[in-house]
């Protein structure tokens, strides 16, 4: 799941990736590293292999990531390089393991 903004509202909700479309508003980084919304101009998806894997990052305050290997991260990192214990989207790692990923695609989108 992503938080997104969405509407304009003030309220952060969980989304899966696979229902946000085109226009909405999204968390992104901008070129400063500042966190800011803004609308996606385009959503595009990809089918795995039988066999692709999938990070799984798990957050304390418990929020949880499924991240392709090789995936640029919010804070200029890969996903490869999390490690436990390290602060990332201002909560702490709990956990990260590698696993089977359970879904035919996977999804990108292209924030403005």
Same mark, same amino acid.
């Given at each position: ?38 609308? =996606? ?9 039988? *066999?692709?894997? #999938?990070?799984? +990052?798990? $957050?304390? %305050? ?16 890969? =996903? ?9 989207? *201002?909560?702490? #790692?709990?956990? +990260?393991? $590698?696993? %089977? ?12």
């Amino acid at each position: 799941m992503i938080i997104i903004k969405y509407d304009n509202f003030n309220t952060k909700w969980n989304i899966i990736i696979n229902e946000i479309m085109e226009g909405m508003l999204v968390w992104t980084v901008d070129n400063f590293r500042k966190m800011v919304t803004r609308p =996606v101009l385009k959503v595009s998806s990809t089918l795995n292999s039988l *066999n692709h894997k #999938v990070f799984h +990052i798990r $957050l304390k %305050d418990g929020r949880e990531l499924w991240i392709s290997p090789n995936h640029p991260l919010i804070n200029s990192k890969y =996903v490869e390089e999390l490690k436990i214990g390290e602060i990332y989207d *201002n909560s702490v #790692v709990t956990g +990260i393991t $590698l696993e %089977d990923y359970k879904f035919d695609k996977t999804y990108d989108i292209l924030p403005d």
